[in-house]
């Protein structure tokens, strides 16, 4: 099994050298990463040039573009198995891609494998005689699918295209997400399972952790009122989404206090916003 890691980044040093580090310590090393590199001229050289002589790195130097169109730009150069498509802020567990080939094994029908979504590092099963799973459903990617966990195999493109470019961060619309989960319904249109992978950890800082923007959150929550547009989705789903983060204040607010009440009340109108504007259109 031979993984291809997909990453753009436009010059954060300290995260991709995090990400490049967790490569460099993983168990199984059958792997190489595309990089499209929207940096500053030369500002990646260094930790390239550190880390190409642990594992093989191919550099494609990209304008500034929208996250969907610079993944588009690099799938004609993939290799291997399976894609994984890495943010530039997460990073893996020592033996994920280990426990991933197995699961590619055990599921030779899938389109896609979902690795399990961690906010920090945390004790992993690196067994491989038991591997847990569940098969998705086009609610349940909603919310088991961050875009930093998903690996597709590598014919998917040719099934079902490319990333929708006017979907995800930097698109030249409202919709500044979703992107990931409308590639992962079109791969259930397809007829092609996406399986979690919950024994598979992949690190990414929480929300919480990082500063309060409530611009983002109301781009976020209308690129997801509009993948479910999208898709046709009925309205008792997209009536869940716009009262589930009134549910999670319950929970997160004691823990993370005022910004994440700012957040999640941002997100719920926001969401309610887009609701009742994509349904009039």
């Known amino acids: 099994m031979y993984f291809c890691v997909l990453i753009t980044t436009q010059g954060r040093l300290n995260y991709l050298e995090r990400l490049f580090e967790s ?36 550099r494609h130097i990209l304008p500034k573009m929208s996250l969907s169109a610079a993944r588009n730009a690099l799938l004609p150069f993939v290799e291997g198995e399976y894609i994984y498509f890495s943010d530039d802020d997460s990073y893996l567990a020592p ?6 080939t197995q699961y590619a094994l055990k599921w030779p029908q899938a389109g896609a ?25 086009v609610y349940s990617v ?39 989960t409308d590639y992962l319904l079109r ?5 092609r399972p996406v ?7 992949i690190f990414h800082d929480a929300e919480a952790n990082h500063p309060l923007n409530l611009d983002k959150t109301k781009s976020y929550s209308a690129g997801r009122m509009y993948t479910i547009k999208k898709h046709n ?32 009340i941002t997100m719920f109108f926001s969401r309610l916003y887009w609701l009742v504007k994509l349904a009039i259109k």
């Open 142 to 180: 909603f919310k088991n699918c961050p875009s930093w966990c998903i690996f597709i195999k590598k014919n998917i493109p040719q099934l079902i295209g490319f990333f929708d470019e006017n979907i995800g961060v930097g698109a030249p619309t409202p919709w500044q997400s979703g992107e990931e």
């Open 23 to 58: 490569l460099r310590q993983q168990t199984y090393q059958n792997f190489f990463v595309l990089l499209g590199d929207q940096s500053s001229d030369g500002e990646l050289d260094s930790l390239i040039s550190r880390y190409e002589k642990n594992f093989r790195i191919d």
């Open 95 to 100: 033996s994920t891609f280990a426990i991933m």
């Open 187 to 191: 791969i259930l249109t397809a007829g």
């Open 113 to 137: 494998l979902i690795g399990s979504g961690q906010s920090r590092p945390v004790s992993q099963n690196a067994r491989t005689d038991s591997l847990p799973n569940r098969e998705l459903s």
């Open 233 to 264: 989705l009925p309205a008792w789903f997209a009536i869940c989404n716009v009262l589930y983060p009134l549910l999670q204040i319950i929970s997160e607010v004691p823990r993370d206090g005022l910004p994440a009440l700012k957040r999640r």
């Open 195 to 201: 399986v979690l992978c919950t024994n598979a950890h």
